[in-house]
């Protein structure tokens, strides 16, 4: 039986599950269609199917490290008890293996491959992790850091990942000082490495919000701009890690602490489980009613 994309995709439709599923499933059962739906729920992957327009905000981060590459990756969920669940912990280790083995350029890319160790899909590997859980899972993002031998990584996760953390300190095998700066980019949230790295527009409309500020405060305009650039140092504090008061040792900038330990900052990457994702409103009695209603 000849399986066409006309078929593949209908199948998709009924489903929600991946193009390679359905064109196995069209393929193992001679085209049939209610067959094929049928060895999909058989499988659990349409039931992740009918998952897919759930709220997923929920979740963790997972830090692996592999030799001289370390990946950062988020994987949601839809409440936090799940986060403790055995198998999600499993599907975050795996996914972790995987990624900093294959070096994905992206999620999709991620997708589309063999899982390592494992003739299924990452895809499908999600899938039926999704069956058997009874939650809606997606693998949100990643990031991969390599390094060289003369590099440290900082690893750091948070409350059990709600937060994640990785760092790269160059000129320095100091683990622990990767990993203190890890904690610090934790706590404090920083957006860039240094001022160097912060786009010159955002700059320049912070430098017109501090000038207006001034003028409006009435001071007069010989010296706004000297008020302005002494308040643009503390904008700089607050969103470059380098510029930061160091959490461990506040007496002295991050930037100064790493440099008396003859290490630089190359990079880094932090992920807040959910942050810029639509939350689920909990409505309990609608949520009661609903399972009377079932």
Request: glycine fraction near 8%; charged fraction near 30%; hydrophobic fraction near 35%.
């Amino acid at each position: 039986m000849n399986v066409t994309a006309k078929m593949v995709k209908e199948l998709r439709e009924k489903t929600g599950a991946g193009m390679m599923d359905c064109k196995k499933a069209l393929q193992e059962t001679d085209g049939d269609m209610d067959k094929a739906i049928n060895y999909l729920r058989e499988k659990g992957i349409s039931k992740a199917a009918k998952k897919a327009d759930r709220i997923a905000a929920e979740g963790a981060t997972y830090i692996e490290t592999d030799g001289n590459s370390a990946v950062l990756l988020e994987v949601n969920c839809e409440t936090d008890f799940v986060t403790k669940n055995d198998q999600f912990q499993q599907l975050l280790s795996e996914l972790g293996k995987h990624i900093v083995k294959q070096q994905p350029a992206n999620i999709e890319e991620a997708m589309k491959q063999a899982l390592h160790g494992n003739g299924e899909t990452v895809e499908a590997y999600i899938n039926a992790a999704v069956a058997k859980i009874g939650e809606k899972i997606s693998l949100r993002r990643f990031a991969l850091i390599n390094k060289t031998d003369n590099d440290a990584f900082g690893t750091y996760l948070h409350m059990g990942g709600n937060i994640g953390v990785l760092s790269l300190v160059e000129g320095t095998g100091d683990e622990q000082l990767a990993k203190d700066i890890a904690m610090h980019i934790a706590a404090s949230n920083p957006r860039y490495v240094s001022r160097d790295e912060v786009p010159e527009e955002e700059v320049n409309q912070e430098r017109e919000v501090l000038k207006t500020q001034a003028l409006n405060e009435g001071k007069p305009e010989n010296i706004v701009q000297k008020m302005v650039e002494g308040r643009l140092g503390k904008f700089f504090g607050e969103i470059c890690l380098l510029e930061q008061d160091f959490v461990k040792d506040p007496d002295q900038k991050v930037k100064k602490y790493v440099a008396d330990k003859g290490a630089s900052v190359n990079s880094f990457v932090r992920y807040e489980v959910g942050e810029g994702m639509e939350k689920r409103e909990e409505n309990f009695a609608e949520e009661v009613m609903n399972q009377i209603k079932k």
